[in-house]
């Protein structure tokens, strides 16, 4: 490998977090972000090629070195790691509505899900997987939350436009997603 | 308002509320369902839509309100609300739809608001289905494990052998120019002699000063029994001590009210 590609893969084994690449450039002052996405592709290369247990994937914006899913029972089996808990149904759903609406008030979520989403909307802003954005204009000026980047984490998503567009949704949209208003203006009843 | 039809089965005791496996099959495909297996009314709705196996764009609103009361008899409080406003809703769009329709396209389906919130919510669950997928795929990978940050680095263990421990000790002790220990012998205060001392002075004179009290070369743990002595006699009220000012000799005095008593 190359000493760039070593640089990097030892900052990705010491963060516990998924690295952006401005920051990784930033572990040489010499080396052009191409050439580490070059440097990356190399480390990619070389753990595939040479069938390493981990795996360095694109994933919530950054890069992270993951174990390959095949050990994942038996790492579990050995309690090394555990599986984070699987998220409920209903805490699904309003962050799918979160994920596509975003920022998006209380109001909406709960006028899309027909329940009160008040004790949802807490949980999982303490997961850290939404947080508080702003404050929609009008009465009472509501809080507007939005997805974090432990959301895209979570879901091994790069980044939101990675979501299914609308026209790949067997029902279409009220609107486009591409060039959707703010959520405010769809919202008349 | 609306009758129970007596073809729908509703299972008795617990089977009523088991997994949707339990299904009791009948000639109506009516069918026990478990109310929590739903995430709200609209999800309910959307399954009795399925289930009864008709368009979405064309509800037969009668019938799908019946089903829906049915299956929310069971609710609890807690839940109840938001399915009840659906229900307020589905009986709403019925009386409209019993309504005579005016001639001309002028006629606006009431339950269009309702059909575009439920394409609306089967979108949002098609989503869910792809974020669940995706969530499972994640989590069959681990990441490196969280690290907490260590608030300080831990000291090394000492490296030292025993003799160089003796060495060290027998460098400081020849280091030490004068060798000799000395041994401090604590000498206790006196108290009840001293003032056996002041009562004794006292019964000969009337008044006595510091001076007459301690003598010139006392030792400084005579001096201290003598005042805590005299201070002990003081609170007793056996005496007086007063100095006139400061620096002065301390005039010591026997109380004449104790010698009244």
């Given at each position: 490998m190359?000493?760039?590609?070593k640089?990097?893969?030892a900052?990705?084994?010491?963060s516990a977090?998924?690295?952006?690449?401005?920051?990784?450039?930033a572990?040489?002052?010499?080396?052009?972000?191409?050439?580490?996405?070059?440097?990356?592709?190399?480390?990619?290369?070389?753990?595939?090629?040479?069938?390493?247990?981990?795996?360095?994937v694109?994933?919530g914006?950054?890069?992270?070195?993951?174990?390959?899913?095949?050990?994942?029972?038996?790492i579990?089996?050995?309690?090394l790691a555990?599986r984070?808990?699987?998220?409920?149904?209903?805490?699904?759903?309003?962050?799918?509505i979160?994920?596509?609406r975003q920022?998006?008030?209380?109001?909406?979520?709960?006028?899309?899900?027909?329940?009160n989403?008040g004790?949802?909307?807490k949980?999982?802003?303490?997961r850290?997987?939404?947080?508080v954005v702003?404050r929609?204009?009008?009465?009472?000026?509501?809080?507007?939350?939005?997805?974090?980047?432990?959301?895209?984490?979570?879901?091994?998503?790069?980044?939101?436009e990675e979501?299914?567009r609308?026209?790949?949704l067997?029902?279409?949209?009220?609107?486009?997603?591409?060039?959707?208003?703010?959520?405010?203006?769809?919202?008349?009843? | 308002?609306?009758?129970?039809q007596?073809e729908?089965?509703?299972?008795?005791?617990?089977?009523?509320?088991?997994?949707?496996?339990?299904?009791?099959?009948?000639?109506?495909?009516?069918?026990v369902?478990?109310?929590?297996?739903?995430?709200?009314?609209?999800?309910?709705?959307?399954?009795l839509?399925r289930?009864?196996?008709v368009?979405?764009?064309?509800?037969?609103?009668?019938?799908v309100?019946?089903?829906?009361l049915?299956r929310i008899?069971?609710?609890?409080?807690?839940?109840a609300?938001?399915?009840?406003?659906?229900?307020?809703r589905?009986?709403?769009?019925?009386?409209?739809?019993l309504?005579?329709?005016?001639?001309?396209?002028?006629w606006?389906d009431?339950?269009?608001?309702?059909?575009?919130?439920?394409?609306e919510y089967?979108q949002?669950?098609?989503i869910?289905?792809?974020?669940?997928?995706?969530?499972?795929?994640?989590?069959r990978?681990?990441?490196?494990?969280y690290v907490q940050?260590?608030a300080?680095?831990?000291?090394a263990p000492?490296?030292?052998?025993l003799?160089?421990?003796?060495?060290?000790?027998?460098?400081?002790?020849?280091?030490?120019?004068d060798?000799h220990m000395?041994?401090v012998?604590?000498?206790?205060?006196?108290?009840?002699a001293a003032?056996?001392v002041?009562?004794?002075?006292l019964?000969?004179k009337?008044?006595?000063?510091?001076?007459?009290?301690?003598?010139?070369?006392?030792?400084p743990?005579?001096?201290?029994s003598?005042?805590l002595?005299?201070?002990?006699l003081a609170?007793?009220?056996?005496l007086?001590?007063?100095?006139?000012?400061?620096?002065?000799n301390?005039?010591?005095?026997?109380?004449p009210?104790s010698?009244?008593?």
């Amino acid at each position: 490998m190359t000493p760039l590609a070593k640089l990097l893969e030892a900052a990705l084994f010491a963060s516990a977090r998924p690295v952006p690449v401005d920051e990784l450039s930033a572990l040489d002052a010499d080396a052009s972000s191409a050439e580490v996405r070059a440097a990356l592709d190399e480390i990619r290369g070389h753990y595939d090629a040479e069938g390493h247990g981990v795996e360095l994937v694109e994933i919530g914006g950054g890069w992270q070195v993951l174990t390959r899913p095949e050990y994942t029972e038996a790492i579990e089996r050995a309690q090394l790691a555990a599986r984070p808990q699987r998220l409920s149904a209903a805490a699904l759903e309003t962050l799918a509505i979160i994920a596509y609406r975003q920022p998006i008030g209380r109001s909406e979520v709960e006028e899309i899900r027909g329940v009160n989403v008040g004790s949802i909307l807490k949980s999982l802003n303490e997961r850290g997987l939404i947080d508080v954005v702003g404050r929609a204009e009008g009465l009472g000026r509501p809080l507007l939350y939005g997805t974090t980047p432990l959301f895209l984490e979570h879901f091994a998503l790069r980044h939101l436009e990675e979501l299914p567009r609308a026209d790949e949704l067997a029902i279409a949209l009220r609107q486009p997603l591409a060039d959707a208003p703010p959520p405010d203006a769809s919202m008349s009843s | 308002m609306t009758s129970i039809q007596p073809e729908v089965v509703i299972a008795d005791g617990p089977a009523f509320l088991s997994s949707p496996e339990s299904r009791v099959p009948s000639a109506d495909s009516a069918f026990v369902v478990e109310l929590t297996a739903f995430s709200g009314p609209l999800d309910l709705l959307l399954a009795l839509i399925r289930d009864e196996k008709v368009d979405i764009y064309d509800i037969p609103i009668a019938r799908v309100a019946q089903q829906f009361l049915l299956r929310i008899r069971t609710l609890g409080l807690n839940e109840a609300a938001d399915y009840l406003e659906m229900a307020a809703r589905l009986m709403r769009i019925k009386a409209q739809m019993l309504l005579p329709r005016p001639d001309g396209d002028a006629w606006e389906d009431p339950r269009a608001e309702l059909v575009r919130r439920l394409l609306e919510y089967q979108q949002m669950r098609e989503i869910v289905d792809v974020l669940e997928h995706r969530a499972d795929e994640r989590r069959r990978q681990f990441a490196r494990a969280y690290v907490q940050d260590q608030a300080a680095p831990p000291t090394a263990p000492l490296a030292l052998s025993l003799s160089e421990l003796f060495a060290a000790v027998d460098r400081v002790l020849r280091s030490v120019r004068d060798p000799h220990m000395h041994d401090v012998v604590a000498r206790p205060l006196d108290v009840p002699a001293a003032i056996e001392v002041i009562r004794a002075l006292l019964a000969l004179k009337m008044r006595l000063t510091w001076t007459d009290v301690v003598r010139a070369d006392a030792q400084p743990w005579q001096v201290l029994s003598a005042l805590l002595g005299l201070l002990e006699l003081a609170r007793l009220g056996e005496l007086r001590v007063a100095q006139p000012r400061p620096f002065a000799n301390v005039e010591i005095s026997r109380d004449p009210t104790s010698e009244a008593a």
